[in-house]
C-alpha cells in the first residue's frame, strides 16, 4: 500500500503484540490515521463500526481480537465467548468464521499458557497468506486485462484500458494489494495504460471515499461517478470490463457483494461488458449453493442512507449553526425529517451473470465444477 510515498499495510502488531493497530477507514479519505486495539471489545467495535471493512481484513482482525482476548482470558468459556462476539459483529462475509474457526481449533488443544502465543501466530500467518493470495489475484487479473486490451480494434489501441469498479476490494479491503483493484495496481506498474471507473457505492461511498483514495496515492487515471452512471458508459463503449470483489461467494458461483453490484452485473450483460469478480480462497462458502436464497444480508442502520459525512469546504454550510472552521469532518442530513431509511448491505449477482471468477489459483468459471477444478483437482 502506498501512502504519501511510503509503505504500508492495512493493520499490524505494537507494544510486542500486546495490541494491534489499524487505519481508521471511517477518517478516509480527509484524514489518515490508525488506531489501537487493545482489547476483544476494541477489536469488535471496530469490525462493526467499519473502521476495518472489506472481507479479508475483516478476517484478520477477527482473528487478532481473539489472540487479545486470549491475553487477557485463555479458558475454554472465553475463547467460546469471544468467538461468538466477534462472529456476530459481520454477518455476510465468510472471511470472519473462517478466520475465527482458523484460530480457535489451532489454540483449543493447547495448554492455555500457550494459547495467546499462538493465536498471534495464527493470526500473522493469515494475514500473510492474504498478503500473497491477493498479490496472485493481481498477477492472474492482470493476464485478463492484457488480453482484453490487446484484442480491442486497431483504432483503441494505445488508449487506456477503461475498468469499472463498485465498493473497495483494494488494499484497504485486504492486508495489501486487494482483491479486484490488485490487477489495476499491477497493470500500472506494469505500464498498460489503464483508467477506472469509480462507482460512488452509496450510502456509505466507499468508492468514493476509498477506493478514489488509494488509486490517487498509486497515481492511477480514475473518475468518481455516481452509481447510476454505470450502465450509461457501458451503452457507450466507455468500459473495458468490469471487475469487483465479494465478502462470500458460493460453491455454485454466486457472489455477494456490496448493495449495487447486481445492478452492475446487469448491464454489463445487457452490453456484453466482461463482469470479473476477484477473490481469494476464504472467501468461498463450500456450505452454501443458492446465494440469493442462502447468504443473510445485513441490514444496516438507516442513518446511513438518510445521513452522510463529508468534509467542510469554505463554500460549504454545516447542519449545526456554521460554527466549525473548513476542513473538520461534518455529518449532515439529506432527507426530510421524518423519512425512513432501509439500507441493506450486500445484494447477490447469480453466478450466470459472472464471465469469470479470478482466485489466487487461476481464473475459473463461475460455477461449481470450475472452482472445485481449481480447489480439489
Given amino acids: 500500500m502506498n501512502i504519501e510515498g511510503k509503505a504500508w499495510r492495512t493493520i499490524g502488531l505494537q507494544e510486542g503484540g500486546e495490541a494491534v493497530w489499524v487505519i481508521d477507514q471511517t477518517l478516509l479519505p480527509h484524514r489518515f490515521e490508525t488506531r489501537s486495539l487493545r482489547s ?5 467495535v471496530a469490525i462493526s463500526t467499519m473502521v476495518v471493512r472489506g472481507a479479508p481484513l475483516i478476517g484478520v482482525t477477527g482473528a487478532y481480537g481473539l489472540m487479545l482476548a486470549l491475553q487477557r482470558d485463555p479458558s475454554d468459556g472465553a475463547l467460546a465467548a469471544a468467538f461468538e462476539q466477534l462472529n456476530a459483529t459481520r454477518p455476510t462475509a ?9 484460530v480457535r481449533d489451532r489454540v483449543a488443544p493447547l ?93 456509505r461511498n466507499q468508492g468514493a471515499s476509498l477506493t ?11 473518475t468518481v461517478i455516481v452509481d447510476n452512471a454505470g450502465g450509461h458508459l457501458m451503452q457507450h463503449g466507455q468500459v473495458d470490463a468490469v471487475i469487483v470483489g465479494t465478502d462470500r461467494t458460493t460453491r455454485r458461483g454466486d457472489v455477494c457483494n456490496k448493495i449495487g453490484t447486481y445492478l452492475k452485473a446487469l448491464a454489463a450483460f445487457d452490453n456484453k461488458v466482461p463482469f470479473y469478480v476477484a477473490l481469494p480462497a476464504s472467501t ?31 463554500a460549504g454550510g454545516t447542519s449545526s449553526g456554521g460554527n466549525e472552521a473548513p476542513g473538520h469532518l461534518a455529518t449532515v442530513q439529506l432527507t426530510p425529517t421524518g423519512s425512513r431509511g432501509f439500507n441493506p448491505a450486500f445484494d447477490v ?29
Fill in 349 to 377: 449477482t447469480p453466478a450466470r451473470l459472472v464471465s469469470a471468477l479470478i482466485t489466487e489459483r487461476g481464473v475459473a468459471p463461475a460455477s461449481e465444477a470450475g472452482l472445485r477444478e481449481l480447489y480439489t483437482g
Fill in 111 to 203: 495448554p492455555e499458557a500457550e494459547r495467546a502465543a499462538a493465536a498471534q501466530a495464527e493470526a500473522g500467518a493469515i494475514a500473510e497468506e492474504d498478503v500473497a493470495m491477493c498479490a496472485a489475484i493481481g498477477d492472474h487479473g492482470l493476464a485478463i486485462f492484457r488480453e482484453l486490451a490487446a484484442a480491442r480494434p486497431p483504432e483503441r489501441q494505445g488508449q487506456p484500458f477503461n475498468v469499472l469498479t463498485h465498493c473497495n476490494a483494494g488494499w484497504l479491503a485486504t492486508v495489501d494489494w486487494g482483491t479486484a483493484l490488485a490487477p489495476i495496481y499491477k497493470a500500472h506498474r506494469s505500464g498498460l495504460k489503464v483508467h477506472v471507473w469509480v462507482d460512488e457505492t452509496r450510502p
Fill in 212 to 222: 478514489a483514495y488509494e488509486l490517487g496515492q498509486e497515481g492511477v487515471p480514475h
Fill in 94 to 102: 465468510v472471511n470472519l468464521r473462517w478466520a475465527l474457526e482458523r
Fill in 284 to 314: 468461498i462458502d463450500w456450505s452454501i449453493d443458492d446465494g440469493v436464497a442462502e447468504i443473510p444480508i445485513e441490514a444496516r442502520s438507516e442513518r446511513e442512507v438518510t445521513q452522510i459525512q463529508g468534509q467542510l469546504t469554505p
Fill in 40 to 44: 476483544l471489545e476494541d477489536a469488535a
